[in-house]
C-alpha cells in the first residue's frame, strides 16, 4: 500500500511539475521572439548611380593655341545614412512613470530613416588647366555651360567661380572642380555636352588678349538603379527638453550591397 501511494504521489509531483514550468517557458520564448522581432528589420533602399561615358572624336584632353584644357567626370560614390524624423507623441502609461522628465518636457518618438545617397549629388567635372603661352592666364571671363538630353541647362555661376577667377603663371597647370545641374534633375539616360566659352587662348607681347577661342566635349549619361539592404531600428520614445534632445540615429552601416 505505501509502494502504491508513494507512486501516486510522485506521479503528482511529476504532473504539477510539467503544469509550472512549461507555461513559464512559453511565455519566455513569446517575449524574445517579440524581442527580436523589434530589434532586427531589414529594408531594401535604391538611388540611381550615374555613368558618363565620353563619347565623339574630341578626346579628354584639347590643345587650341597656347592652351590645354583637359576634363574628366569625377568618381561618385553610394552613401548610406539614416534620416531622423520627429513627431510628438502621447506617451503610455509605464513610459510617463518610470521614464524620469521634467514638468516642461515633452513626450517624443523619434523614427531612423535608412537612407542611400549618391555623392556627389550634383554633375561635377575634374578640369586642368595648362598654360603654354608666354603671358599669364587668366580665367576671367569664360563662360561655362550644359547641354543636356538637347536643352541647355542654367549653370550656377558659382559652380566654376575658381576656374574663372583662375590666374595661371605661363608653363604651367592647375587643376580645379567644376559642377552642375544636379543629379535629380537628369533624365534616365541622354546626351550630356560640357561648354567652355570665350576662353583666352593667346596674348600678344602687350598682354592684350589677341585670341579666344570654345572648348566642347560630349558624353553619354546613364543612370543605373543600386540596391542595398540596410537595418531599421525601432523607433525610440523618449521625454525632450531645454538641452536635452533626442541625438542622431546610430545605427549600423549597410549590410549587403547587390
Given at each position: 500500500m505505501k509502494t502504491k501511494r508513494t507512486i501516486r504521489m510522485l506521479?503528482?509531483?511529476v504532473g504539477i511539475g510539467l503544469i509550472v514550468f512549461v507555461p513559464i517557458g512559453s511565455?519566455?520564448?513569446?517575449?524574445?521572439?517579440?524581442?527580436?522581432?523589434a530589434a532586427s528589420q531589414i529594408t531594401k533602399v535604391s538611388a540611381r548611380f550615374p555613368t558618363l561615358t565620353q563619347i565623339g572624336d574630341m578626346g579628354a584632353?584639347?590643345?587650341?593655341?597656347?592652351?590645354?584644357?583637359?576634363?574628366?567626370?569625377?568618381?561618385?560614390?553610394?552613401?548610406?545614412?539614416?534620416?531622423?524624423?520627429?513627431?510628438?507623441?502621447?506617451?503610455?502609461?509605464?513610459?510617463?512613470?518610470?521614464?524620469?522628465?521634467?514638468?516642461?518636457?515633452?513626450?517624443?518618438?523619434?523614427?531612423?530613416?535608412?537612407?542611400?545617397?549618391?555623392?556627389?549629388?550634383?554633375?561635377?567635372?575634374?578640369?586642368?588647366?595648362?598654360n603654354q603661352m608666354p603671358r599669364v592666364f587668366h580665367g576671367a571671363g569664360l563662360v561655362v555651360q550644359f547641354n543636356i538630353a538637347g536643352k541647355l541647362v542654367a549653370t550656377d555661376e558659382k559652380g566654376?567661380?575658381?576656374?574663372?577667377?583662375?590666374?595661371?603663371?605661363?608653363?604651367?597647370?592647375?587643376?580645379?572642380?567644376?559642377?552642375g545641374p544636379d543629379l535629380n534633375t537628369l533624365p534616365e539616360q541622354g546626351a550630356l555636352s560640357l561648354f567652355f566659352y570665350d576662353v583666352v587662348t593667346n596674348v600678344d607681347n602687350t598682354?592684350?588678349?589677341?585670341?579666344?577661342?570654345?572648348?566642347?566635349?560630349?558624353?553619354?549619361?546613364?543612370?543605373?538603379?543600386?540596391?542595398?539592404?540596410?537595418?531599421?531600428?525601432?523607433?525610440?520614445?523618449?521625454?525632450?527638453?531645454?538641452?536635452?534632445g533626442t541625438g542622431?540615429?546610430?545605427?549600423?552601416?549597410?549590410?549587403a550591397q547587390r
Open positions: 506521479g503528482m509531483a511565455r519566455a520564448d513569446k517575449k524574445k521572439n517579440k524581442q527580436e522581432q584632353s584639347q590643345a587650341k593655341s597656347g592652351i590645354t584644357i583637359a576634363v574628366a567626370p569625377v568618381e561618385y560614390k553610394l552613401t548610406t545614412f539614416y534620416e531622423s524624423r520627429v513627431q510628438r507623441v502621447n506617451p503610455k502609461f509605464k513610459e510617463a512613470l518610470l521614464q524620469a522628465h521634467q514638468p516642461n518636457d515633452i513626450f517624443v518618438e523619434r523614427t531612423c530613416i535608412p537612407t542611400l545617397k549618391v555623392m556627389p549629388d550634383r554633375i561635377r567635372f575634374q578640369v586642368t588647366v595648362s566654376y567661380s575658381e576656374l574663372a577667377n583662375s590666374i595661371i603663371p605661363p608653363r604651367s597647370q592647375q587643376q580645379f572642380e567644376i559642377f598682354g592684350t588678349v589677341s585670341e579666344k577661342q570654345n572648348f566642347e566635349w560630349d558624353f553619354q549619361f546613364t543612370g543605373q538603379i543600386k540596391e542595398q539592404e540596410m537595418e531599421i531600428p525601432p523607433p525610440d520614445r523618449v521625454w525632450v527638453g531645454p538641452g536635452r542622431a540615429c546610430m545605427v549600423g552601416a549597410s549590410l
